[in-house]
């Protein structure tokens, strides 16, 4: 197993960033785990005209110029899909695809994609739903399973399945727009646009888990993170930052917010023990 | 008690009286090796319960037929029952919880 870091940061952006060199400038170990940064809508803009310093860069270049910090402050990362969290009372346990890591407290950087589960997705988690193809496929060799492919790589996730031995119906951004899940003890089917189709599982590949999905009982507000004024969510030891907060989508908010998690964490560690 | 590595040849026989918790996992998952652990110190710390483990990699026999969908998962059997079955990583209190 790896070490446990004090602070896990999920997300590669401008909020993740700002968290992980304040944690880091505070002494305390961060892990920084993200999807990759040219997935991201920032990565894609052409100029951003409004950060203060950094007027017309390219949001690439931008995310480039703040990473420059992490080889200096030797600030770790990790890219992938974050699809599971658990809390263990004083730890976390994060498993990223088939790694897992553990850290005492969590900041949430997730940004502004927070996908709403479909109905039946976090009732049959586990049993029939499933957010990574390479953790559960071997479960479901010889059976039919639905692929919803939103995400970049989901794609290639189908066709693991498909190579494995699952018979996949594959649903990509364009074929369905509504999604049920159905099933009781476990998964019976996919219902996509009224057309049901009798699966024994479903992969959802999204490029974000809903936040509400990774930590039950998280508190949101209007579809986003519920925190206080030192970014602290409604469970110990987690905090959020940037655009999984709330408008406005801002690179100034992010960093600003992502400043004050990673000292509220720091103050919270000093609290507790290891 | 110690922990049981447990196969299709010893299976039944185990779960066949008293209570039991089996581990379902494999050696590529990250979260049944911080599981692991977790169930061989609830297999240390008390004696009622026998304790076993399935690498579902090679009994997928078992793996079917106890319908394991994702890892870990962790099963209670009372003689030969299934009496609770919990899937994702569980702390030690929700272990105990299984038998109560």
Redo the contacts between chains.
């Keep these: ?1 790896n070490e446990t870091y004090d602070i896990l940061i999920l997300g590669g952006g401008p909020a993740g960033i700002s968290a992980a060199l304040t944690a880091r400038a505070r002494g305390r170990s961060v892990l920084v785990i993200s999807n990759p940064a040219a997935t991201s809508a920032l990565h894609k803009a052409h100029a951003i005209d409004n950060y203060p310093g950094l007027v017309g860069m390219s949001g690439a270049e931008l995310l480039a110029r703040m990473t420059e910090g992490f080889a200096q402050l030797a600030i770790p990362t990790v890219t992938g899909r974050v699809t ?1 969290v ?1 809390p ?2 004083e730890s976390f ?1 994060v ?6 890591y ?1 850290a005492r407290s969590l900041i949430l950087a997730s940004g502004a994609a927070q996908p709403r589960a479909y109905p039946g997705e976090a009732e049959l988690l ?3 739903v ?1 957010y990574c193809a390479t ?2 496929g ?3 060799r010889g059976k039919r399973v639905a692929v919803i492919g939103l995400s970049a790589d989901a794609r290639e996730e189908a066709d693991f399945l498909s190579g494995i031995g699952c018979e996949v119906e594959f649903f990509d951004r364009t074929r369905a727009k509504t999604y049920e899940i159905r099933g009781t003890e ?1 998964v019976a089917s996919l219902v996509a646009d009224g057309v049901e189709y009798p699966v024994d ?1 479903v992969f959802v590949l999204r490029d974000t888990v809903a936040s509400s999905v990774l930590l039950p009982g998280l508190a949101l507000d209007g579809g986003h993170i519920a925190v206080d004024r030192s970014m602290a969510a409604s469970m110990p030891g987690v905090f959020a930052c940037g655009d999984c907060t709330g408008r406005p989508y801002q690179i100034a908010k992010a960093v600003g917010e992502g400043n004050v998690a990673a000292l509220s964490a720091d103050g919270y560690l000093g609290k507790t023990k290891s | 008690m110690s922990v049981l590595e447990l196969t299709k040849d010893n299976f039944d026989a185990t779960i066949a009286s008293g209570d039991t918790l089996v581990d379902f996992w494999a050696p590529w998952c990250g979260p049944c090796k911080m599981q692991s652990p977790i169930v061989d110190a609830f297999a240390a710390a008390q004696s009622a319960v026998k304790v076993g483990k399935v690498n579902t990699d090679e009994q997928m026999e078992l793996a079917q037929k106890y319908g394991i969908m994702a890892i870990p998962t962790l099963i209670a059997f009372r003689d030969g029952e299934v009496i609770a079955k919990k899937t994702g990583l569980s702390p030690a209190g929700e272990i105990e919880a299984m038998f109560k």
């Design positions: 197993m599971g658990m263990l009372g346990m498993s990223v695809g088939t790694d897992v553990a586990g049993r029939g499933s953790c559960d071997m479960f479901y476990k599982g």
